[in-house]
């Protein structure tokens, strides 16, 4: 006999839930992930080696990098982060610092902001650039990382008064985190995927010279 699923168990793509039925009907289900934005579900689709995978792991490599050079830093991969009871992302990446304002909760997720959070982006169509920056510049997410792989563009904003701007590349193509000293990205290096440069980059940050 074949049980039709629960309509209470079921998440989808555009379900309108408040962060508690969310995390209810997520933990019930086989989805591997799915995010709540802006009280929306999304639920994610199969995901692209060169697109997704390859660019995702060189900035993780980049942000571990940093953080074995610098004390009482948290970084993560694809964390569940519970912003407010609209907004609970998985961010493809997390820093933070440890006593800041983002806390690993008694459940062992992440509540409040992390200081710095990077995502993947195929394009600029992307909920990422939309209301998923929306979610973040509301909660105070001081810096905001998107690398659309497909346009091959990294747009990076800091949080000023409340709200986002962008923060350009120098003369010779690398921004500077205004939160994290040190934290330096060479741009086109890393959308040629040349981690040596994007490492060398940083370490001159992390000595306080010119890359």
Do not use: C
């Not at 697109?51 to 970084?75: D, F, N």
């Not at 001081?142 to 701007?165: A, C, H, M, P, Q």
């Not at 040190?182 to 940083?202: F, Y």
């Amino acid at each position: 006999m074949i049980h039709a699923l629960s309509p209470l168990t079921i998440l989808e793509n555009g379900d309108r839930l408040d962060r508690d039925e969310f995390e209810r009907r997520y933990s019930a289900s086989n989805i591997k992930k799915a995010e709540l934005i802006e009280g929306i579900v999304h639920v994610a689709s199969p995901l692209r080696f060169t697109q997704h995978g390859k660019p995702h792991s060189q900035i993780i490599g980049w942000l571990v990098a940093y953080q074995a050079a610098i004390s009482g830093l948290e970084v993560g991969i694809e964390p569940t982060v519970r912003l407010d009871q609209d907004n609970e992302p998985q961010p493809d990446a997390v820093l933070f610092r440890s006593g800041g304002k983002a806390q690993i909760d008694a459940d062992g997720y992440i509540t409040g902001a992390p200081e710095f959070i990077a995502e993947i982006a195929a394009s600029t169509v992307s909920y990422d650039l939309h209301s998923k920056k929306n979610a973040y510049e509301s909660n105070g997410v001081k810096e905001y990382l998107v690398w659309r792989t497909i346009d091959r563009e990294i747009d990076w904003f800091i949080l000023e008064n409340g709200k986002y701007r962008i923060l350009e590349p120098d003369a010779t193509g690398i921004i500077y985190s205004q939160e994290f000293p040190g934290l330096w990205l060479n741009v086109e290096a890393i959308l040629s995927h040349d981690m040596s440069t994007v490492l060398k980059t940083l370490q001159s940050g992390l000595q306080g010279g010119n890359s």
